[in-house]
C-alpha cells in the first residue's frame, strides 16, 4: 500500500463518494437501480455522524465507510450504511483498515455492537464474517410504493 491515508470524510469528499458507491452498487455493479443522485442523498443522510472515513491512496479518495449510532436492545450500536473500496483497490487490506477505524472510534464513543445489511450472495458477506460479523437471523423487508 503506497502511501495510504485513513482520515475523517470532509464535504470535499461527497461527490467523489457517491461515484464510488454508484459504480459499485449501480447498474454497472451489483446492477440496482442508483442514479448519480440517489448515491449522493444516501451519502449525504450519513455525512453529519461522528462514523464517516476516507481512505486515501496518493491523496486519491478509493474508499469510505459511513455508519450512524442507532439503540438497540443492547444499547447504542454502529449501523453501517454506505462502506465501498474501489474494485481495482480490493485486496489491499483497504477495507479492514477502514473497518478498524471506524470500530475505534465505535467503540471510544460507548458503542456496543456494529450492524449492517449484508448479502448472503456476494463475496462481501463472507469478509464481514471475517471482521467478526454475524448473522443476527433477522432479514430485510421492504415495500415499495
Not at 442508483?34 to 444516501?42: C, L, M, V, Y
Not at 464513543?109 to 462481501?124: D, F, W
Amino acid at each position: 500500500m503506497e502511501k495510504v491515508k485513513i482520515s475523517r470524510m470532509e464535504n470535499k469528499d461527497l461527490l467523489t463518494a457517491a461515484k464510488l458507491f454508484l459504480v459499485a452498487f449501480g447498474p454497472e455493479g451489483l446492477g440496482e437501480e442508483w442514479t448519480i443522485a440517489s448515491s449522493r442523498k444516501n451519502i449525504e443522510d450519513f455525512f453529519n455522524s461522528n462514523f464517516c472515513f476516507a481512505v486515501k491512496e496518493r491523496d486519491e479518495l478509493v474508499g469510505v465507510i459511513m455508519g450512524q449510532a442507532q439503540y438497540f436492545e443492547k444499547g447504542a450500536e454502529l449501523f453501517i450504511g454506505p462502506f465501498v473500496v474501489r474494485k481495482e483497490q480490493r485486496g489491499k487490506g483497504l477495507g479492514r483498515l477502514l473497518f478498524a477505524r471506524v470500530e475505534k472510534e465505535a467503540r471510544k464513543k460507548g458503542l456496543v455492537g456494529v450492524r449492517l445489511m449484508a448479502n448472503q450472495k456476494l463475496p462481501s458477506f463472507a469478509w464481514y464474517g471475517k471482521m467478526g460479523i454475524k448473522p443476527s437471523g433477522w432479514e430485510e423487508m421492504h415495500k415499495l410504493f
